[in-house]
C-alpha cells in the first residue's frame, strides 16, 4: 500500500529539505486476488425519535438524517460489528468493503465511520449509544431493493481485529437495509479482498514498517500529542537558516548581546531550516509543522499557552489556525502554561480559553466537553480551577474537561480528583526515573480517571546548568513501554519543539527526523498492535563529546547531573529493526566490532571515541542496511553539548 508518510510530506511548503534516500518499492504480486466474507457479529440501529427504546430484535436497519420524516428530532442511525481473522500479516492490495443489502428503493445518501466506544447489540438505544464523531471514510449514494451497496472502509481496517462501524445519514429519507436477523442470510458483511506478499516486500519510505493511514490511527482511542511550545518555530525572521535568528543569537556564546555567553549560548540544535519564504511566512510554517506531525501519526498538539497578550499569544492562534487549515482533525489541545499565566485573573483567562474553542481545531471530547490540561496545574487551587470551570459554562457556555499536568502528580491527585476527567505529569527524563511509570497510570485508574502518560527523548539545559542521563534511545523506549504497558489512554510527547531544554520530537538539526521515526514505531505499537517490520533500518545516537570534557569556550556555568537520573554514560548505541537477523558492524572513531541483531526490534551500546561512527547491517554478504553519522566525536568541544545526536539509515 502506498506510503502515506512520503504522501503527506509531498505536501508540504518548503520540504525539500526533507527529501528521504530511496527505498525499491515492494514489487507487485502475480498472486490471484483472495477474497474473504465476514459477517457481522451484531448490528443494530438507534432512534433519536424513540430514545430509549431497543431496536435489538428488528429484522432491519434504518439510517436516516435529523430532519428524517420532517420531525425535528428525528435521525436514526446503525451500529455493525465485524470480527476479522486470518488475514496474513504481509497482505498486499488490502481493499475493504462494508456489504449492505437494501430493503427498499431510495435516492439517499448513507455514510460510515468508525466506532471506538462500547456498545452492545441488546443494550444500545439513542440514549446509550457510543460517540458516532470519528470521520466519515466512504459512503454510497442510491440503494435499490435487493440489491448490494458496498462501502470502503479500507483505511480502517489492517488486518486482524474486531472493527466497528456507524452508518449515518443527512437525507429527510429513511434508508432501509437488511439486519443479521433477516432470513437468507442477507445482513451486513465485511468483505476482504487482498493478495498474499511474496515475503520480502519493503516499504517505500523512510519507516521500517508501513505506517497505518490517518483514519485508522485516529480511529482508535488512543491519542497521541506532542507539546508545542510556542517560543521556537521554523523561523523567526524568514532568513537563510546559516544567517538567521537561530545562528546568529542562540546558537552562538555571543548572541543576544552575549546574554547567553556564561553556558555557551542559549540553544545547542535548531529546527530544521528552509530559505526565505513569501507571504506569511509564520502561518506557512506552522502549516508545515502540522504537516510534519500528521506525517508521523499524532493525533494533534497540547499547546503551551504562555500568554493571553504576548507574541506568544499571537502564535498560538495561528497554530490554531493553521490546524484548522491543513486537516480539522488534527487537534489542539489547550494547555495553558500556569508559570507564565500566573497573574492573570480567572475572567480574562476564560475570556482567552473561550476563543481558542471556537475553532473546530481545538479538542473536545464526545460530549463536547472542551478539554483543558493545564501544566503545572498546581499553581492554582483546586477551588480556584472550580470556579473558573463555572465561569467558562455560565460566561461562555462551555464546559470542561479538565486534565490537569502535574509537575508533582502525587502530591496533589486527591485534591483535585473531584473536579478532574483525567490526570498527567510532566515526567522525567532518564530511564532510572521512568523505572516504575505503570504505577501513576494505576493510580489515576483506580481513581477513575484517564492518563496522559508523557513520552520523552532527553533533557539537556545549558542555561540551567542541569541535564538527564537519557541512555540513548534508552529512555525514549522506555517510556513509550510504560503507556503501552499500563493502558494509558493518551500520550504526550515532551516536547514538539523546546530547543531550550533539548527534549524536541520535531526535525531538527542534530536529529533530523529519527525521534520521530523511531516514536512511529512505538506510536503504532500502542494504538494497533506493533507492526511487522518490512525494511532494514538501523538508528544511531551518540552525544559529540564525553560527558566530562571541558569545553574550549571559556564557559562559566556547565551542566551536572540532575539527581535521581541514570548514571551518566559516554556510548554509542545502534538500535535495529530487522526483517531477520543480521551481522552488524561498527566503526567508532577508527575501531570495528561485530555482533549478531536478531529480527524485530534490538538495541546495543559500545563506548563513545573521538572520530566518526557508522554502523552496517549484513544479511546473506549483502548490505542492507547502513547509516554514517554526520557528527563528528570530540574530546575538546568549543562549548558544553550534551544533546544527543541521531541518523537513520533511511534518510
Known sequence: MANRYRTLLGAAAGVAMLATAAVAPAQASAVAPVSVTFAAAEDVFVSQAEPAKSFATATWVSVCGTACGSATAGQRAALTRFKVTG?????????????????????????????????????????????????????????????????????????????????????????????????????????????????????????????????????????????????????????????????RNYLKPDGES?????????????????????????????????????????????????????????????????????????????????????????????????????????YRLADDRLVVAPFKAEGRTPAWWSDWMKTMETQHGIKVALVPTFVDFNKYRDAFASISYGFSNWGSRSPAANAALTTNIDRAHGMGKIWMQPVSVQDERPNQSIFDEAGNTENLRATWKGAIDGKAEWVQL?????????????????????????????????????????????????RVQPVAADPSYAQTKLMKLRAGSTAARDTVEVLTMLTAAGKVSVTIGGTTQTYDAPAGVSAKTFPLKAGTASASVTRSSAVVAKVVSPYAISATPYVQDLHYRAASSER
Open 494 to 542: 515532551t516536547t514538539w519543539n523546546d530547543y531550550s531544554e533539548n527534549t524536541q520530537f520535531a526535525p531538527s538539526r542534530n536529529a533530523g527526523w529519527t525521534y520521530l521515526d523511531i516514536s512511529a514505531y512505538y506510536l503504532t505499537c500502542y494504538k494497533l498492535g506493533c507492526p511487522k517490520i518490512t525494511n532494514d533500518t538501523a538508528y544511531l545516537t551518540h
Open 87 to 247: 488475514i496474513p500479516q504481509d497482505a498486499e492490495d488490502v481493499k475493504v468493503t462494508l456489504d449492505v443489502v437494501s430493503a427498499r428503493t431510495t435516492d439517499t445518501t448513507v455514510s460510515v465511520r468508525p466506532v471506538t466506544g462500547a456498545w452492545t447489540e441488546a443494550a444500545t438505544t439513542w440514549n446509550t449509544r457510543p460517540a458516532l464523531s470519528a470521520p466519515v471514510i466512504g459512503s454510497h449514494t442510491g440503494f435499490t431493493t435487493g440489491a448490494t451497496a458496498k462501502l470502503d472502509v479500507s483505511s480502517a481496517v489492517k488486518g486482524d481485529g474486531t472493527y466497528a462501524f456507524a452508518l449515518t445519514g443527512t437525507d429527510a429519507t429513511t434508508t432501509v437495509l437488511m439486519s443479521s436477523r433477516e432470513s437468507g442470510d442477507r445482513g451486513p458483511k465485511l468483505t476482504v479482498t487482498y493478495t498474499e506478499g511474496a515475503g520480502d516486500e519493503q516499504t517505500d519510505g523512510p519507516l521500517p514498517f508501513t505506517l497505518a493511514g490517518t483514519a485508522a490511527l485516529r480511529a482508535s482511542a488512543k491519542k497521541v500529542f506532542a507539546h508545542y511550545f510556542s517560543p521556537y518555530p521554523i523561523s523567526l525572521d524568514n532568513q537563510a537558516p546559516a544567517g538567521d535568528y537561530y545562528a
Open 258 to 362: 552575549g546574554k547567553h555567553a556564561a553556558y555557551g549560548g542559549l540553544l545547542r540544535d535548531r529546527p530544521l531550516g528552509r530559505d526565505p519564504i513569501t507571504g506569511d511566512y509564520a502561518l506557512a510554517d506552522l502549516k508545515t509543522e502540522v504537516r510534519q506531525a500528521i506525517a508521523a501519526g499524532l493525533d494533534g498538539f497540547t499547546v503551551d499557552v504562555l500568554s493571553v497578550t504576548s507574541a506568544q499569544w499571537t502564535r498560538v492562534q495561528n497554530l490554531v489556525k493553521a490546524a484548522e487549515a491543513v486537516d480539522p482533525g488534527f487537534k489542539i489541545v489547550l494547555m495553558p502554561d500556569m508559570n507564565g499565566l500566573s497573574s492573570v485573573d480567572s475572567a480574562a483567562f476564560a475570556t482567552a480559553m473561550a476563543k481558542l474553542a471556537a475553532s473546530k481545531s481545538v
